[in-house]
């Protein structure tokens, strides 16, 4: 059955540094792949979408890469800020004629300042 | 546009009893999902619409779990009889025509039934 794994520990990180989160699957060959940002008490939001014919995709301090041979995709943030502490969660297209997205479990990010 | 609009934010009730949970999409979209959010297993898909139609409902656990969509603009689903394991956030998401790409997320019902 395919499945999706990302960093299960939470992760604390020092204002301005760059956060790095893993998003690994298996047993799928997703046509897109999605990172959500979801704040306590309130619905995932959508951040980017990154195709499977492409490596890299940035979005002012967000950058997504997408390794299809690994079967990975990792979230960066730059410049990290305390506002950007809250759970990103990884989303993967499941193609076929009914596709549906099937998510990771999140992992926390906190930024101290 | 308001985003999309979940009834109740919270609901708590006992064993056996029927729960309505009721989502308002984003005026236009014409995808509509229904997930389920636990710790244990995160965001799980229960069913989707598109067109108003149900395309998936592999996702729902149970012939406890129903969902409609009557119109565009208005869908339920309703739990009966409920039981403690479905204690959850409920969340509703829609999508723009033509693609399942970028889902808009509402706030979510927490359901916590004794």
């Known amino acids: 059955s395919q499945k999706i794994e990302q960093n299960s520990e939470a992760l604390n990180i020092q204002e301005g540094k760059t956060a790095t989160l893993t998003c690994n699957y298996t047993n799928y060959s997703p046509a897109y792949l999605q990172w959500y940002r979801q704040d306590p008490g309130r619905g995932p939001v959508f951040l980017l979408l990154?195709?499977?014919n492409e490596k890299e995709k940035r979005k002012e301090r967000l950058k997504v890469t997408f390794d299809t041979t690994l079967k990975q995709s990792l979230f960066h943030i730059t410049a990290s800020q305390p506002a950007d502490s809250a759970t990103y969660l990884c989303a993967l297209d499941t193609g076929g004629n009914n596709r549906k997205l099937i998510w990771g479990l999140g992992t926390s990010l906190a930024v101290n300042p | 546009d308001a985003g999309v609009i979940q009834s109740p934010r919270h609901e708590v009730t006992e064993m056996g009893q029927e729960v309505t949970l009721r989502c308002k999409p984003i005026?236009?979209?014409?995808?509509l999902f229904w997930y389920r959010q636990t710790m244990m297993r995160g965001l799980e898909l229960l069913i989707y619409?598109?067109?108003?139609?149900?395309?998936?409902d592999s996702g729902m656990p149970e012939d406890r779990f129903s969902a409609k969509m009557p119109n565009a603009s208005f869908s339920t689903l309703k739990i009966q009889p409920s039981e403690p394991r479905d204690s959850a956030v409920y969340f509703c998401?829609?999508?723009?025509?033509?693609?399942?790409?970028?889902?808009?997320f509402g706030p979510g019902t927490r359901l916590l039934v004794l």
């Open positions: 619409f598109n067109n108003n139609v149900p395309i998936d």
């Open positions: 005026s236009g979209h014409d995808y």
């Open positions: 990154i195709r499977e």
């Open positions: 998401a829609s999508s723009q025509p033509g693609t399942q790409e970028t889902q808009y």
